[in-house]
């Protein structure tokens, strides 16, 4: 059984039989046939050879008389009619045998083309109901396809939309803490200020003060020690950032395209022959657009599922690593701040302590001086105190030496006198050396006093610099919650 648009070769369709010559055919019922049925132009997409004569070819009949013939096999030669010439009196050209066979021959052809158009009818019947089944069975089987199509698609779609709300959670989660980290970062900045302010007040250090004690070391540490916690931080922002964008976005895109792809199939599962918007698209069976067989296209989706995956993982491993930053971060800038707060403390108990042994040197070299200045009075009281005495043995020696002649004698007042000038003068000498000394001593004892009250002011300086100026900064340090974000 041929299919649409393919030229009948069914046995029943037996060609059309010669209508006789004799008599003209009577086709009075062909016009009631004719345009019984409008002209619909078919779509050219069946894969079948286009033959445009095969459809709806309307049947015309023009009947033409046959050829006078003089001899006639049915007849007998005695019965056979005169020729034209011959006639005399009749008009008759046909005999009734000949108008009686011409019936017979037209009943004959008629049955016969009834016959074959019934048996037509019952084939075109049977291969109509044939197609009609065959159509919607395929047509069954394309929506039953889409139908599967859309089941596919759906499924991969909410493995998509699990994965991405996954992904989402693990981005906002990581993006807390990224957050978290980034005012941790900030939070470092004041002790790292008040770190570096420190430094720069101790420079104002004077004299032997400026040494590179241990708090200088712990506070050069402790710079350190927040830069380096500064750095880390920075290169885990800088991974949080690029971290999770790239495979989220594919997630998006692909669902997004499974989105559009599942509308479009379900509209085309649910489309049926009395659905509007349908139409013919004469040649799209001939255009493969198609870039994916159904093995490629569940790869593609299930390897985005597999990245995020794995991407999640990572971006799960940089929080810990995150976490444990911010916690080690703050409980090693915490265990520095003590460290320096108890070197300042250890410094200021010491420059105190010198302070005050230097008070109170000062107040004894004070006294001393004191002592010293009134010892030195009372020398030179003593040796005011002797010049009488010196000028009264003088004075009696050189009266003794107007002596006349030979009472100049040398008696026991004689050596006496000079013993006495010789004493008192020693005795002044004496006074006179030891007044120096003590001047001297007391001029050691004013640059003493003056060392110590340099001194004094340095260990005040530095007093007042470590303990007024560099621990009022630290007292306040942000706490454990806020060096964590």
Known sequence: MGLVGSPLTSTFAHPRSIPTKFLPAISTLASSYQNRVPHYPLPQSFSLPWLPDAY??????????????????????????????????????????????????????????????????????????????????????????????????????????????????????????????????????????????????????????????????????????????????????????????????????????????????????????????????????????????????AKFTDSNILLSQGERASSAKLRDSMENLLEVAAQEMWRQFNEVNVAFTNRIAETADAKNKIQSHLAKTLQEIFQLEMKIESIRKGIRDKEPALKVAQTRLENRTRRPHVELCRDSAQLRLVNEVYELDQTIQTLQQRLRDAEESLQVLARAKVVLEHDLAIKANSLFLDQEKCMGMRRSFPSTARLRG
């Not at 050209?93 to 158009?117: H, K, V």
């Not at 139908?147 to 991405?164: M, Q, T, Y």
């Not at 400026?210 to 708090?215: I, N």
């Not at 790239?246 to 989105?259: N, P, S, T, V």
């Open 56 to 297: 709806y070819k309307t049947a015309s009949s023009f009947p033409t008389l046959a050829p006078f013939s003089p001899k006639f096999p049915d007849l007998p030669p005695g019965k056979k009619l005169p020729f034209v010439s011959n006639r005399t009196s009749l008009c008759t050209r046909y005999t009734p045998e000949d108008w009686n066979l011409s019936n017979l021959t037209n009943y004959r052809g008629s049955e016969a083309s009834r016959r074959d158009a019934e048996a037509l009818r019952a084939d075109t019947s049977r291969m109509l109901q044939d197609k009609h089944q065959q159509t919607k069975k395929t047509q069954e089987e394309s929506t039953k396809s889409l139908g599967s199509r859309v089941n596919d698609i759906g499924f991969w779609k909410g493995e998509l939309s699990r994965e991405l709300e996954a992904m989402i959670g693990e981005t906002n989660a990581l993006t807390e803490l990224k957050e978290r980290m980034e005012r941790a970062l900030a939070e470092t900045e004041a002790p790292l200020q008040v770190a570096q302010e420190c430094l720069l007040h101790r420079e104002k250090r004077m004299g032997i003060d400026l040494v590179h004690d241990e708090v200088e070391k712990q506070l050069l540490a402790e710079v350190d020690l927040i830069r380096s916690c500064q750095e880390r931080m920075k290169e885990s922002l800088d991974r949080a950032r690029g971290q999770l964008r790239g495979a989220q976005q594919e997630l998006e895109r692909d669902l997004a395209h499974k989105q559009t792809a599942q509308q479009i199939d379900d509209k085309c599962h649910h489309l049926r022959d009395t659905s509007d918007g349908i139409s013919y698209y004469r040649g799209v069976e001939q255009i493969d657009a198609t870039i994916s067989v159904p093995e490629s296209w």
